[in-house]
């Protein structure tokens, strides 16, 4: 009963940041979402490393770090041109409860659990890229939404074969 109760409330706080999106159509929030997600990333990233088994999970576990970070430096670029613009100093509530439920599974287990977490991570990723490049005020933030989607969609084509292939049930 105990797990019913935690996934429930990890749904309504999952829910609550999801309602977040909205505000990212100004700099100072797509900045800081943005560079929230590329931490969470690298950072799931970094356990499906230590704890996945199978080497297209580790593979691609390493190609989210190198993009991502790299994503995070331009980002961070960007924003230490403007004075009201700043990375978020750590990942958010939802991802933080994503990697939360990662640490708990092992071997074929957390290769799926991965899987999974990378294909509705990069849908979310990618639709708050997309609000900005639509919707941006910056133009700078709005180029590099732009450029930074066609990398994050062949990261969600990635994910969705990786999910297929280790049984996933999305």
Do not use: W
């Not at 509530?93 to 708990?104: E, H, Q, R, S, T």
């Not at 994910?159 to 996933?168: C, K, P, R, V, Y």
């Amino acid at each position: 009963m105990k797990t019913k109760t935690f996934f429930s409330g990890t749904a309504a706080v999952l829910f609550g940041v999801a309602a977040n999106f909205a505000l990212a159509a100004d700099g100072e929030n797509f900045v800081d979402e943005a560079s929230a997600k590329g931490m969470a990333e690298i950072e799931t990233a970094k356990l499906a490393l230590n704890k996945g088994t199978a080497e297209d999970v580790k593979t691609f576990a390493q190609k989210m770090i190198d993009d991502h970070t790299k994503s995070n430096q331009k980002l961070a670029e960007l924003a230490g041109q403007h004075d009201d613009l700043e990375m978020s100093d750590e990942a958010t509530l939802m991802d933080k409860a994503k990697a939360m439920i990662l640490k708990l599974r092992d071997g074929e287990n957390f290769d799926q659990a991965y899987a999974n977490n990378q294909v509705a991570a990069h849908e979310q990723t990618i639709e708050l890229y997309r609000e900005y490049a639509e919707k941006g005020e910056n133009a700078e933030l709005k180029k590099f939404a732009e450029t930074t989607l066609k990398e994050l969609e062949q990261h969600l084509q990635h994910a969705q074969e990786l999910a297929s292939a280790h049984g996933s049930k999305q």
